[in-house]
């Protein structure tokens, strides 16, 4: 929807650009709106401005559209147009549209046939022709799913890698047992029980006789 803006005089101003394009007029002069910073204050004091028009259609159509979610957004543009004011109610104008918008009006307006304006999208449209064909009946299949096969083969081949990955795992624990003859020997115990066993073992071997007489020097 085109917007030209409305001084405060209530007359569009030169700055707007007219032409077939433009549905609706709005204030753009010394609009009340919020702030960034917080509060409120007065935009567009200088002189009339089509950004500030322009966001006051935009806050009355989204007024619409909340009061009315059910309708289509033709029939919101409808309503803010039919119930703009203009002075010739059967004219539109290039250069303030419809007439300036009238937000409360557009939420509480009726449709109807008598209203004068833009053509109303809410008169009923000729029904739509019947179908030729019956369409076919839905069917429920339980079973197996055309996709059964590739998730049957799927699940095998993981069951088959964990099997042969399980098997890798359990010949390389073997392969490394010492009592297989591979890898490293076994270590030796450490500790202080295991420390006098190899004293006493070796305080043993030297009591024990060898079977043979000492080396003597003669002098």
Known sequence: MGVAAVGSGGVVTKASIHGPHVSLSAPGQAVASSWPLGG???V?????????ATAYVSAAAALVASAHPTETPAQWAYRLEATAVRAQPDTRSNISGWGV???YDAIVMVPGTGLRGPKSPFVAASPSAS????????SVVIGPGPDAAAITTA???GRG?????RRDRCSR???QSPS???GSPPRRPHGPRALRARRAGIAQRRQEPTGREPHRHDP
Not at 131 to 138: G, L, R, S
Not at 161 to 165: E, M, Q, S
């Open 40 to 42: 409120d204050c007065v």
């Open 44 to 52: 567009g004091a200088d002189e009339p401005a089509t950004s500030w």
């Open 101 to 103: 918008v009238q937000p």
């Open 131 to 138: 179908p030729t064909a019956t369409p076919e009946a839905v």
């Open 155 to 157: 699940t095998g081949i």
């Open 161 to 165: 890698r964990t099997r042969r990955t």
């Open 173 to 175: 624990d073997l392969r």
């Open 180 to 182: 297989r003859g591979g």
